[in-house]
């Protein structure tokens, strides 16, 4: 594991590897506390449903009903009885880190009950249900592309690349020390609700708190 992923090398493990640690820890527990009582080797893409069905008591996230007034709004007026509820965002997070620590505690890719079509399909579902009840748009950031030079511009350019010197004494280019690199991260992009809670992207860096507590 790189410095960077336990934490900038100074021996501590990162924000994001001890996140994943507790949620690991927290699923294990809830599969010893299953009546009855569930192995992780036959834990299947229902139980996860399951799971992340049970985390809903602990959300912090206003999600409108169909008949709420304030359906559709980002940022009601006033209260309303409609429940609270995981946001969506911090489920999709969730299931990433404990989709990576399965993997990483013996468990095979191909039977990775996080990576289950019917979680895939789960949280598509409730990212569109979520954002129409809210009024939240949760579409991901497209990346913008370089336009086109023109061929007599490349031309042009090709010409003088091929006039530079070398530098670096490596017989490389200067041009060819300018290729961005794009760093792993990032994702849809989130908000701030009127909640106070983060959703989307920045819930996924930040990462879904669990309590300990519900299971005791």
Same mark, same amino acid.
Not at 80 to 106: H, I, K, M, Y
Not at 160 to 170: C, H, K, M, R
Not at 189 to 206: F, I, L, P, R, S
């Given at each position: 594991?790189?410095?960077?992923?336990?934490?900038?090398?100074?021996?501590?493990?990162?924000?994001?590897?001890?996140?994943?640690?507790?949620?690991?820890?927290?699923?294990?527990?809830?599969?010893?506390?299953?009546? *009855?009582?569930?192995?992780?080797?036959?834990?299947?893409?229902?139980?996860?449903?399951?799971?992340?069905?049970?985390?809903?008591?602990?959300?912090?996230?206003?999600?409108?009903?169909?008949?709420?007034?304030? !359906?559709?709004?980002?940022?009601?007026?006033?209260?309303?009885?409609?429940?609270?509820?995981?946001?969506?965002?911090?489920?999709?997070?969730?299931?990433?880190?404990?989709?990576?620590?399965?993997?990483?505690?013996?468990?095979?890719?191909?039977?990775?009950? !996080?990576?289950?079509?019917?979680?895939?399909?789960?949280?598509?579902?409730?990212?569109?249900?979520?954002?129409?009840?809210?009024?939240?748009?949760?579409?991901?950031?497209?990346?913008?592309?370089?336009?086109?030079?023109? *061929?007599?511009?490349?031309?042009?350019?090709?010409?003088?690349?091929?006039?530079?010197?070398?530098? !670096?004494?490596?017989?490389?280019?200067?041009?060819?020390?300018?290729?961005?690199?794009?760093?792993?991260?990032?994702?849809?992009?989130?908000?701030?609700?009127?909640?106070?809670?983060?959703?989307?992207?920045?819930?996924?860096?930040?990462?879904?708190?669990?309590?300990?507590?519900?299971?005791?």
């Amino acid at each position: 594991m790189s410095a960077a992923a336990d934490g900038g090398g100074d021996g501590r493990p990162s924000r994001y590897e001890s996140q994943k640690r507790r949620d690991w820890n927290t699923f294990g527990q809830y599969l010893r506390n299953h009546r *009855p009582p569930l192995e992780l080797s036959r834990c299947s893409g229902a139980h996860v449903l399951e799971f992340l069905r049970y985390l809903d008591q602990f959300g912090k996230t206003k999600v409108h009903a169909a008949g709420c007034p304030f !359906f559709g709004q980002p940022c009601p007026p006033g209260p309303c009885p409609c429940p609270l509820r995981q946001a969506w965002g911090s489920l999709d997070a969730l299931v990433g880190r404990l989709r990576a620590a399965f993997e990483e505690n013996g468990g095979r890719p191909e039977t990775n009950p !996080f990576a289950a079509r019917a979680v895939r399909l789960y949280l598509r579902d409730l990212r569109d249900s979520q954002a129409k009840a809210r009024g939240v748009a949760y579409d991901k950031k497209k990346r913008k592309r370089a336009p086109h030079a023109p *061929p007599h511009a490349a031309a042009a350019a090709a010409a003088v690349d091929a006039s530079a010197p070398p530098e !670096f004494g490596s017989g490389h280019h200067p041009q060819q020390y300018g290729r961005i690199l794009m760093m792993p991260g990032g994702g849809s992009g989130g908000e701030m609700g009127c909640d106070g809670e983060v959703h989307g992207g920045a819930a996924a860096a930040a990462g879904a708190m669990i309590p300990l507590s519900a299971f005791h």
